[in-house]
């Protein structure tokens, strides 16, 4: 059974730095890992994603150049470095993982497997 954990979510002030991370249990081959974000009253929406096993990473237009998602194998664990946050940043943030032999791009929610439970980042002004 596969088991994601996140961590790291918090409160910043606009042009802070958060690091996220999602711990990876039970998945036995490689796979598509990703981040989404949900704010209030809004969808939920894809931020980042890399295969675990490597290779390219893709991202939301929205978070290019501030946001970096990387992978370590050793540890099953996923990350967002989030800099430059901005309060449009303000969500709850859930990793999500896909079974598949690539990423491709930035896919929707409906095409993942398994959800963690989220953590929250805030950012005020």
């Known amino acids: 059974q596969v088991q994601l954990v996140e961590s790291g979510g918090g409160s910043v002030q606009a042009g802070g730095s958060l690091r996220l991370s999602c711990a990876a249990f039970?998945?036995?081959?490689?796979?598509?890992m990703g981040w989404f974000r949900q704010a209030p009253g809004k969808e939920r929406e894809g931020v980042a994603s890399?295969?675990?096993?490597?290779?390219?990473?893709y991202y939301a237009d929205s978070v290019k150049g501030r946001f970096t998602i990387s992978h370590d194998n050793a540890k099953n664990t996923v990350y967002l470095q989030m800099n430059s946050l901005k309060p449009e940043d303000t969500a709850m943030y859930y990793c999500?993982?896909?079974?598949?032999?690539?990423?491709?791009?930035?896919?929707?929610?409906?095409?993942?497997?398994?959800w963690g439970r989220g953590t929250q980042v805030t950012v005020s002004s």
């Open positions: 890399i295969y675990s096993s490597g290779g390219n990473t």
């Open positions: 039970g998945y036995t081959y490689s796979a598509c």
């Open positions: 999500a993982l896909r079974y598949s032999s690539s990423c491709g791009r930035l896919r929707p929610p409906n095409e993942y497997n398994y």
